[in-house]
């Protein structure tokens, strides 16, 4: 069973930094595209950024340019984000996904597993 567990979210002053973390289980990611979407309050799931497992190439929403950085470790089968200079524009529930091809990896209907979110709060 594959699962997808996010840590890391919370509340931070605008300016701030957070590191988002994504433990992903059952079974081998090789391949897949591994994502953060983010999802504002009445609004549609957004892309963020995007990973592939293998080669580790990173694509990212151009807001979050500069900014944002997404990364893996293999050893720990994890995914992080590490949000700098947080806007308050930033603050949404921020999802981990997974999907098995890296094709189209902007939209969220296309991907297979999903964690449950965690909320980031920035306060200006």
């Known amino acids: 069973q594959v699962q997808l567990v996010e840590s890391g979210g919370g509340l931070v002053q605008a300016g701030g930094s957070l590191r988002l973390s994504c433990a992903a289980s059952g079974r081998t990611f090789s391949g897949y595209a591994m994502s953060w979407f983010r999802q504002h309050p009445g609004k549609e799931r957004e892309f963020v950024a995007a990973i592939w497992w293998s080669v580790g190439s990173t694509y990212y929403e151009d807001s979050v340019k500069g900014r944002f950085t997404i990364s893996r470790d293999n050893a720990k089968n994890t995914v992080y984000l590490q949000m700098n200079s947080l806007k308050p524009e930033d603050a949404a529930v921020y999802y981990c996904?997974?999907?098995?091809?890296?094709?189209?990896?902007?939209?969220?209907?296309?991907?297979?597993?999903w964690g449950q979110g965690t909320q980031v709060t920035v306060s200006s």
């Open positions: 996904a997974a999907k098995n091809t890296i094709a189209a990896f902007t939209i969220p209907r296309l991907y297979n597993y």
